[in-house]
């Protein structure tokens, strides 16, 4: 459908600059700045500071009110870098572990391309959001006026993954993406000799019992068609080899696909804690925290995001009801706020996963996904 041009900017290099200098959520005052000043290059009408180091850029053509927001995150992971590419981080500790240096480089490529096309009727908004990786930056933009500011009628996102097909696209209605939240489980007992235990209240033998407990909720309280997964992956003690400690923090986090399952995990873990702590004399506390909440596409985007991916790439390439994954994503809450589509775009069977300190966005993608922004663009936002 879209005839957009795509100019020959080397988006390449621009990738690889950004992948040098990465900065983390919240800080990423120079990358906001590189963007600023790449959208106003092209002409673009270019908004800073939006919740904190968000940046929107705004093309309008024809007459309609209709807009759709487009966005990309743009922040970096605290992780070293292993790889000994000429593009490696500068910064040690700092790294774009996660694609975002791509995720920013393609849909500026869109602008550019929009910015010279005539293609759509209505506006598009290219957001740039801060901290995902924390899950504080699609709330800090919105509570800054994202939407207020920046009226649209839909907002859609992607990102790479890699085990899929490079090039190619998976997607699904509803949710696409489970909730997250983290728990701290504090078990004060009182410490002894490890040859008299009857003296002590073992806080290891509670924990035990705690993490197998914790299992329950998986296998005998949530409906068994309804996915969710309860995992401890700290265990920390203060003892020694011959000392029943007087303390043990267990840690871990939660994830599912319902937001009613969010809410049956929190419940019955705190009962359980408590009663079994209770049952030995032990003092057990429980911090839950919810980090992330389901992310559901709409169906109406979802049918506009797999049709503009199709065209792109063909429809053999375009998983249009693939399995949900079981990672979680902030873009999430700007779904809570209004209709839209996330979906995944193919690293490569072979890339490195996410969050590996050998993992690299795959260039190849950058026009791949820049075609698909442009080709949704002009079927969200149709010339009548």
Known sequence: MTSAQFPQRDWTEWRRAMHR????????????????????????????????????????????????????????????????????????????????????????HAAEALSNSDTFDGTVYFIFQPNEEN??????????????????????????????????????????????????????????????????????????EIIQALQSIISRSLDPMHAGVVSVTEILTDGARNVIPSKVVLKGDTRGLRDDTQVLIEARMRQLVVNIGAAHGADVTLAYTHEFVVLNNSVD?????????????????????????????????????????????????????????HYDFNDELISVGARYWAELAARALPKL
């Open 21 to 108: 200098q990465p900065e983390l959520g919240f800080s990423e005052h120079l990358t906001a700045k590189n963007i600023a000043d790449c959208l106003q290059s092209m002409g673009v009408e270019t908004h800073t500071g939006i919740g904190g180091t968000g940046v929107v850029g705004i093309i309008t053509r024809g007459q309609s009110s209709r807009a759709i927001g487009l966005r990309a995150d743009i922040d970096a992971l605290p992780i070293q870098e292993h790889n000994q590419f000429a593009h490696r981080s500068e910064h040690d500790g700092k790294f774009h572990g996660c694609g975002h240096d791509g995720h920013t480089t393609m849909l500026l």
């Open 135 to 208: 899950g504080l930056g699609a709330l800090a933009m919105m509570k800054d006026g994202l939407f207020e500011k920046f009226k649209m009628d839909a907002v859609y996102g992607l990102h790479n993954m890699p085990g899929i097909p490079a090039g190619s696209f998976a997607v699904r209605e509803g949710p696409m993406m489970t909730f997250e939240d983290n728990f701290v489980i504090t078990i004060n007992g009182r410490g002894g000799h490890a040859s008299m235990p009857n003296r002590a209240i073992d806080p290891v033998l509670i924990a035990a």
């Open 301 to 357: 985007e979802t049918g506009i995001a797999a049709d503009a991916a199709t065209a792109v790439v063909g429809e053999a390439l375009v998983d249009a009801d693939c399995e949900p994954a079981a990672c979680s994503e902030d873009f999430a809450q700007m779904l809570r706020v209004k209709p839209g589509c996330y979906l995944l775009l193919g690293n490569g069977i072979d890339s490195q996963s996410l969050h590996n300190p």
